[in-house]
């Protein structure tokens, strides 16, 4: 694909040195010969420049991490009807006359991965932490009847903390989302405390998580015989979606 104008794409978040998306659409780029096209990071330190980075005029597409997707759900003038439903944004497609459109493209990734890896089947599922990825986690259970209960740190309403969680809790709940950033480089001795000695061999443990590939949450559910995913696959689907509706 070649295009005459230089476009400029780019990823919003926050300590985004780590991230995967500038180097995955350099080497497409470079690999599918697609001309006039770069991606950046804007490493956002506060809400305001989030903001500030949405309503630029010399942009052609975002992505959106970690903190700030419920931030770019409340920043854009649009959001698809599936961006409205999930409550976040992580893909910001800019229109000919400049608008800005919210899309989610975190729930295909997920749910093409999630079923990619795992065949099991069960109706309950944890979701670890409260941020938009899961957000968008919870929405692709709910659409293939998977009910699933949040974990926090932080009590609130319909939101147990990790201080609830029992080793009959985790037998009940085979299917856990890590959606939190525990574990990310270079914190890759951090976890979720949760019960892992009950974790058993019926376990499905996907960490959203891509660097390191194994985090310790998955090396502690494989130690117990539990099958696990990291989050590279999601990624490479999401990044793939969201260069697609760029390009609509």
């Not at 989030?50 to 931030?71: C, F, H, S, W």
Request: with cysteine.
């Amino acid at each position: 694909m070649e295009t005459k104008r230089q476009r400029k794409f780019g990823l919003i978040g926050k300590d985004i040195d780590y991230s995967f998306s500038r180097a995955y659409f350099a080497k497409k780029f470079e690999q599918q010969n697609i001309k006039n096209c770069q991606y950046v990071n804007f490493d956002c330190p506060d809400e305001d420049t989030v903001r500030e980075t949405i309503a630029r005029q010399d942009l052609a597409g975002l992505n959106v991490t970690i903190p700030y997707k419920e931030v770019a759900f409340a920043a854009v003038d649009e959001l698809s009807e599936q961006a409205r439903d999930i409550g976040a944004v992580n893909t910001v497609v800019f229109d000919d006359n400049g608008k800005t459109i919210g899309h989610n493209t975190d729930a295909y990734g997920f749910e093409k991965s999630l079923f990619e890896h795992w065949k099991g089947r069960t109706d309950k599922a944890l979701i670890l932490g409260t941020g938009g990825a899961s957000k968008a986690v919870d929405f692709v259970l709910r659409q293939h009847h998977i009910y699933p209960q949040w974990v926090s740190r932080n009590p609130q309403e319909g939101v147990i903390t990790y201080a609830d969680l029992t080793d009959a809790i985790i037998r009940q709940h085979l299917l856990i989302i890590n959606c939190t950033p525990l574990g990310t480089f270079p914190n890759t001795s951090q976890a979720p405390d949760l019960p892992y000695a009950a974790l058993t061999e019926e376990h499905f443990l996907f960490d959203l998580i891509y660097n390191p590939a194994e985090t310790r949450f998955l090396s502690l559910g494989i130690k117990q015989g539990a099958k696990t995913a990291n989050g590279a696959q999601m990624l490479v689907h999401q990044a793939e979606a969201a260069w697609a509706l760029w390009n609509a």
